[in-house]
């Protein structure tokens, strides 16, 4: 069946090309929108389509556990236009297919700060406010100005902002409130721009001075801030690095000792890139290699009770502590028991404990069978190492979550969506 010119709809396609895990598994009918207007055409036909649908983007954060009996949409659309800029920012849109990391290095290549943390994430830009895709400190919502969709029964637009995306911890309104309503069609990203500054370097200390910048643009040290950013623009200088007006994260994992590895004492945006880049691609598989979709499951998050009974028993527990206000409070917390704290407990939230030091815990760190397996230098991740079915590495998964929570008591969730 041909939808337009450019689009076919194709009978009995293998997906194993259109997903990470690379699991044998058939779509029934398989059509690729690869422009924002196709996307808004084939929604003509919805009517006419008696059969489930399925919305594939890069198919990194999916695994199926069988042939899909419907129909699968791959939204593949490409562009990325700038929608306005200043000396300080820059508003830039992207459409849902372009690929993530290659956003993200159009981003840093022109100066624009904001995304060179979340380098080397798999998936496209549509998939990326979905779950608010995170990494060493920073979240996408840190930086989405807007959202636009398209309802699928409908077929009106709708532009979402970000209070109205109710971003949490790998959450939003689209994976919950929305899912299977709505299409993203771009994500617009407001970015600070650095270029202006020659190297993008603040080059040292002298005294209680910020020195290397062109025209005083950072005046010096008061206590441990520094001042004189335009706009009153101001941040602790020993936690976080200066570039232009940005703030570079730079003490979440492994960022500041590999700078120091590469040599970098005041890096750009540039360098923190290349550091995570080098960090993802030591301790994660490429999918190209070994089928996976990154993180399996989401970091919990639990009380201070349960937080301080974990302590007592496991005093090396690593846990990152959550802020008053911070949005991690709003999401789901885990007690021992059967005990969950609901989303509106905001106050009760502490701690948030990597999933992947429980996992090791609790020895599964390198376990393999057939196929299947837990990655042995990241247990967050799950593995095929050739003919794993979804099944099977569904199957690991709940066994982990079951030694998880006999353990620790605390209920691991997973981050993939599992597509039966």
Not at 20 to 31: L, N, Q
Not at 404 to 414: C, D
Request: glycine fraction near 10%; charge should be neutral.
């Amino acid at each position: 069946m041909v939808f337009c010119n450019t689009m076919h709809l194709d009978q009995k396609v293998s997906l194993k090309p259109f997903h990470t895990f690379g699991m044998e598994a058939e779509a029934r009918y398989f059509v690729e929108a690869k422009t924002h207007s196709e996307v808004l055409t084939l929604l003509n036909y919805r009517h006419m389509i008696h059969m489930p649908i399925l919305f594939l983007g890069g198919g990194s954060n999916v695994i199926f556990t069988g042939d899909f009996s419907g129909i699968v949409i791959r939204i593949n659309s490409k562009g990325i236009v700038i929608r306005e800029e200043n000396e300080n920012q820059v508003l830039v849109t992207a459409e849902a297919g372009e690929t993530w990391d290659e956003f993200v290095q159009y981003c840093v290549s022109r100066g624009w700060a904001g995304l060179e943390n979340l380098s080397l994430i798999p998936g496209t830009v549509g998939a990326a406010p979905i779950q608010n895709i995170g990494a060493y400190g920073v979240e996408v919502k840190d930086v989405i100005e807007s959202v636009q969709v398209v309802e699928i029964n409908s077929g009106k637009q709708k532009r979402f902002t970000t209070e109205e995306c109710q971003f949490g911890y790998r959450d939003s309104i689209f994976k919950r409130d929305l899912k299977g309503k709505v299409i993203i069609l771009n994500v617009t990203f407001r970015l600070d721009k650095i270029s202006e500054l020659q190297g993008n370097r603040v080059t040292g200390l002298q005294g209680n001075r910020v020195t290397g910048l062109q025209g005083n643009r950072v005046t010096g040290l008061q206590g441990n801030r520094v001042t004189g950013l335009q706009g009153d623009r101001a941040a602790e200088s020993q936690s976080e690095s200066v570039t232009g007006l940005s703030l570079l994260k730079l003490d979440y994992g492994d960022i500041r000792p590999e700078l120091e590895y590469l040599g970098v004492s005041v890096p750009t945006i540039s360098d923190v890139r290349e550091a995570v880049c080098n960090i993802r691609r030591r301790k994660l598989p490429d999918p190209a290699e070994i089928g996976n979709a990154g993180s399996f499951f989401k970091n919990p998050l639990i009380c201070h009770e349960h937080f301080i009974s974990l302590q007592d028993r496991f005093p090396a527990i690593p846990f990152y502590p959550l802020a008053p206000d911070n949005d991690y409070l709003a999401e789901k917390a885990s007690r021992p028991a059967a005990h969950t704290i609901s989303e509106g407990a905001v106050k009760t939230a502490y701690a948030k404990i990597p999933a992947a030091w429980l996992i090791e815990q609790c020895g599964w760190k390198g376990y393999r069978t057939g196929d299947a397996g837990v990655h042995p230098n990241q247990p967050l991740v799950l593995v095929n190492y050739g003919n794993a079915t979804g099944l099977q590495i569904v199957g690991l998964a709940n066994q982990i979550m079951d030694s998880v929570y006999r353990k620790f008591g605390i209920t691991l969730e997973m981050e993939v969506n599992v597509i039966s």
